[in-house]
């Protein structure tokens, strides 16, 4: 069964930057979506930006809009999100996604800890 491993997560100050990074497990495995989503204690999970893998078109949220890059490196099989201008409200626990479609996501990662100290 193909995973979805994400990396890079950390404690960062406010306005500093965090890279995180998503790789499957199986460097054959293609979808058409992959994407990053958040879930902050008490919250429910949030979209935070998607990428399509064939052209590589993008979409975020209006919240890290200006602020986060998603990208994908085809040969390594693998998402990334870069953070920039992070604010305390960022600190989430974050997770990988891919799917067939944009708004259907099949395959999820573990998560990984993001946390911005003011």
């Known amino acids: 069964q193909v995973q979805l491993v994400e990396s890079g997560g950390g404690l960062v100050q406010a306005g500093g930057s965090l890279r995180l990074s998503c790789a499957a497990s199986?460097?054959?495995?293609?979808?058409?979506?992959r994407a990053w989503f958040r879930q902050s204690p008490g919250k429910e999970r949030e979209f935070v930006a998607r990428?399509?893998?064939?052209?590589?078109?993008?979409y975020y949220a209006d919240s890290v809009k200006g602020r986060f890059t998603i990208s994908r490196d085809n040969a390594k099989n693998t998402v990334y999100l870069q953070m920039n201008s992070l604010k305390p409200e960022d600190t989430a626990v974050y997770y990988c996604?891919?799917?067939?479609?944009?708004?259907?996501?099949?395959?999820w990662g573990q998560g990984t800890q993001v946390t911005v100290s003011s």
């Open positions: 199986e460097r054959t495995f293609r979808t058409y979506a």
């Open positions: 996604a891919a799917g067939m479609t944009t708004s259907i996501y099949t395959y």
């Open positions: 990428i399509t893998w064939g052209d590589g078109n993008t």
